[in-house]
């Protein structure tokens, strides 16, 4: 037995052994099925396997790309939602010991939440950000996976919904910007793409790839990766966000700076074409 709320359950019928929910010994991927197409799979799943050997997991001989597309879009037909999914996909490692495991295997869960719209939409209301400040992310390879170690991301969301913001921007500890809480940060300035590399702690996102794809092949438009300093941010002409499900997120102001938005609307095309969404 154990206490659940004060209530004496089953062993069996809490997560008291689940790795993930224990030592948060768990990665996943958010990916976006659109019209019974996951959109960018072969990124996703080359992320996935990169993730799990990071964290030392053992990857099954039936992890293929085929098989865990199928996994995904089957169920997304069972639930009605092929048209236009979110999808999380959770790998965690079995249960067993305590920091030490005892079964190097895994097992994965996959949920699905039905969205409104298929296409990626820019939008153009009010949206303000700040920077989070009482911790920091580190400059290490843990950071640029998608783990379920996310309390920094948890406890700023709080921050930002307690003081009427949006969204924060995440410092390592050097003080420069990684990235937003929920996607990776770019910033325009003249004709100068920037955003931060990897070697600054941020996610190593999906539609960070495809933007930085996109904006290379873009005439006049000088593509980096490269630290962002607060002090930047007051310089900047335009900044977004981006995530597999949003696509490009506008920011609108920062402190007393206003942003356009109008390479968010030019980028955001280009992902729609590129995704054949329609």
């Not at 939008?123 to 170690?149: A, G, H, R, W």
């Not at 307690?162 to 990776?184: D, F, P, R, S, T």
Request: net charge neutral; proline share 3%; hydrophobic share 40%.
């Amino acid at each position: 037995m154990v206490n659940l709320n004060g209530n004496l359950v089953g062993h069996e019928s809490v997560l008291s052994q689940n790795r993930a929910f224990l030592y948060g010994d768990a990665v996943f991927e958010t990916l976006k099925v659109v019209n019974g197409k996951v959109l960018f799979m072969e990124d996703h799943y080359f992320r996935l396997m990169a993730s799990m050997r990071i964290i030392r997991m053992q990857i099954p001989m039936n992890f293929t790309l085929e098989n865990l597309e199928k996994q995904i879009l089957d169920l997304a037909e069972k639930n009605s939602c092929s048209d236009s999914c979110r999808i999380r996909f959770t790998v965690y490692r079995n249960n067993g010991g305590f920091y030490l495991p005892t079964d190097r295997n895994v097992s994965f869960l996959i949920s699905t939440t039905k969205l409104e719209s298929k296409s990626y939409i820019v939008k153009e209301e009010p949206y303000e950000v700040e920077l989070f400040k009482d911790f920091y992310v580190t400059k290490q390879l843990l950071s640029t996976i998608k783990s379920t170690n996310k309390l920094i991301n948890t406890v700023g969301s709080i921050f930002a919904d307690e003081n009427g913001y949006q969204n924060c921007l995440l410092l390592n500890e050097e003080k420069n910007v990684v990235e937003a809480l929920n996607g990776n940060l770019f910033m325009i300035t003249g004709n100068r793409l920037i955003t931060p590399p990897l070697s600054e702690g941020c996610l190593n996102g999906i539609m960070r790839k495809q933007i930085l794809a996109i904006a290379k092949k873009v005439e006049g438009l000088e593509v980096l990766e490269e630290p962002i300093s607060p002090f930047d941010l007051q310089k900047a002409d335009e900044l977004f966000i981006t995530n597999i499900i949003q696509g490009v997120q506008p920011i609108t102001k920062y402190r007393k700076k206003e942003f356009a938005i109008n390479w968010s609307k030019i980028l955001l095309e280009k992902i729609n074409q590129l995704a054949e969404i329609n």
